[in-house]
C-alpha cells in the first residue's frame, strides 16, 4: 500500500551513513572527543503474524448448554523491511558507557502470504468444536515500526561489556484485504456439505488497523574479540504491552474494536564488522544478525452494525451493538537484518 516509501527510506539512510566519509575524503584516520555518533541504514526480511481471536457464547435453554463460537483472523508480516538508525554514545565521568539510539523502519512490498480467516461452532461443556468456515484472501500493508532506547554500562571491560536497557517500541500494521478463497458449511437436509467460495478477487473486502505501544527493559552484552569485530546479543521484556485495532468487515457493514493489555518478549543476535576506520573508534560498519518479537495481549471488543448486515436478511442491524467479546491478539515476528552505517 504505502511500500513505495520503503525504498526512499533506504536510500536516505544509505546517504546519511556516507556523508561523514565523503565530506572526509575517504575514511578520516583522526579524530576526537567524547561523543560517539552512528548513522545505521538496515534492510530487514521479516517473517511472522498478527492474528486476533474472539471466543463468545450464551446459554441455551431449550437444549440446557452452553452454546458458543470462535473466529480467528491471522494476518501476514512477510515483507522486506526499509530503515534508519541514528545513535549517540560517550562515557559517563569518563569510565561508564553510555548510548542512544532512535530507528524507524517501513515495508517496501506486500505479504506473499494470504490472510487466514477461521470460524468454529464450539460446545464448551462438552469440549466440542466444529469449523464451518475456512477462507483466505490476498492482503496489502502500511508497517511502519519505531524504536527508541538509552543503554546504561553495568560492565565495561575491554573485550566485554554488559548494558541495562529502557526503552519503547511502536508498531502499527494497517490491511486491506482482497477476495475471498476457501469454503463454508452449508446445511443440507439432516447434513451438512462443504461449499468451495472464490469471489470478489481485488475487490477490498475488509481493512484492519492494529498498533502495539511497547515500554520494555532489559539487558544488551557485547563481546569484543578483536577491535574490528563484536558479536552483540540483547533481551528485552514489556511488562506493560497494549494493542490497539479495529477491523472494518465492509460486506457486512460492522466494526469491531478492541483495546488489550499484556506483555511482549524481544530476543536478537548481531554480528559487526569494522571495515575501516580510525584509532578513535570511527568508520563504516557492516552488520548482519537476527531478531524475535512475541506480543501476547487480551481483552475486549466491541461491534457495531452501521448498515444493514447481508447474512440476515429478515432484521435490519444497522446500530446494532455487541460488547465484552473476549478477545485475544498475537503478534510474532523473527527478522534476518542487514545493516550499513557510519560511526564518527
Known amino acids: 500500500m504505502r511500500a513505495r516509501f520503503g525504498i526512499p ?4 539512510g544509505l546517504a546519511i551513513a556516507m556523508l561523514p566519509c565523503i565530506a572526509a575524503g575517504g575514511c578520516p584516520m583522526g579524530g576526537g572527543g567524547n561523543l560517539t555518533f552512528s548513522a545505521v541504514a538496515d534492510g530487514r526480511v521479516m517473517d511472522g503474524y498478527t492474528k486476533y481471536r474472539i471466543e463468545f457464547g450464551d446459554y441455551d ?10 473466529s480467528e483472523l491471522e494476518f501476514p508480516l512477510d515483507v522486506f523491511m526499509a530503515g534508519a538508525t541514528l545513535g ?34 464450539t460446545l464448551p461443556d462438552y469440549d466440542y468444536s466444529l469449523m464451518y468456515s475456512y477462507t483466505e ?4 500493508i502500511d508497517a511502519v515500526i519505531g524504536d527508541a532506547s538509552a543503554r546504561i554500562g553495568l560492565v565495561a571491560l575491554p ?7 529502557l526503552g519503547y ?19 443440507v437436509g439432516d447434513n451438512f456439505v462443504r461449499v468451495e467460495i472464490d469471489t470478489l478477487a481485488g475487490e477490498n473486502v475488509l481493512d484492519y488497523d492494529i498498533t502495539y505501544h511497547l515500554p520494555y527493559l532489559g539487558l544488551a552484552a557485547q563481546v569484543k574479540p578483536s577491535a574490528n569485530f563484536s558479536v552483540g546479543m540483547n533481551l528485552a ?25 499484556g506483555q511482549a518478549y524481544f530476543g536478537g543476535a548481531e554480528l559487526t564488522w569494522k571495515l575501516c576506520g580510525s584509532a578513535m573508534g570511527r568508520g563504516w560498519l557492516l552488520g548482519m544478525g537476527a531478531d524475535f518479537v512475541k506480543i501476547r495481549t487480551s481483552g475486549d471488543q466491541d461491534q457495531t452494525w452501521y448498515g444493514d448486515d447481508p447474512i440476515t436478511p429478515d432484521v435490519d442491524d444497522t446500530g446494532s451493538v455487541i460488547t465484552n467479546i473476549c478477545d485475544e ?7 534476518v537484518v542487514f545493516r550499513l552505517g557510519y560511526e564518527f
Open 9 to 12: 527510506v533506504l536510500i536516505a
Open 61 to 70: 435453554p431449550e437444549i440446557g448448554l452452553e452454546v458458543g463460537g470462535a
Open 88 to 121: 549517540l554514545a560517550g562515557k559517563c565521568c569518563g569510565t561508564r558507557p553510555w548510548a542512544l539510539a532512535l530507528s524507524f523502519g517501513t515495508n517496501t512490498d506486500d505479504p506473499d502470504d494470504p490472510m487466514k480467516d477461521s470460524d468454529w461452532f
Open 137 to 140: 484472501s490476498a492482503a496489502e
Open 159 to 165: 573485550q566485554f561489556g554488559l548494558d541495562a536497557v
Open 169 to 187: 517500541r511502536y508498531q502499527h500494521f494497517s490491511y486491506e484485504v482482497l477476495g475471498i478463497m476457501g469454503w463454508q458449511l452449508a446445511s
Open 237 to 261: 521484556f514489556s511488562p506493560t504491552a497494549t494493542a490497539e485495532d479495529r477491523d472494518n468487515h465492509l460486506l457486512r457493514h460492522k466494526t469491531a474494536k478492541a483495546d488489550c493489555s
Open 329 to 335: 491478539i498475537t503478534s510474532v515476528s523473527k527478522s
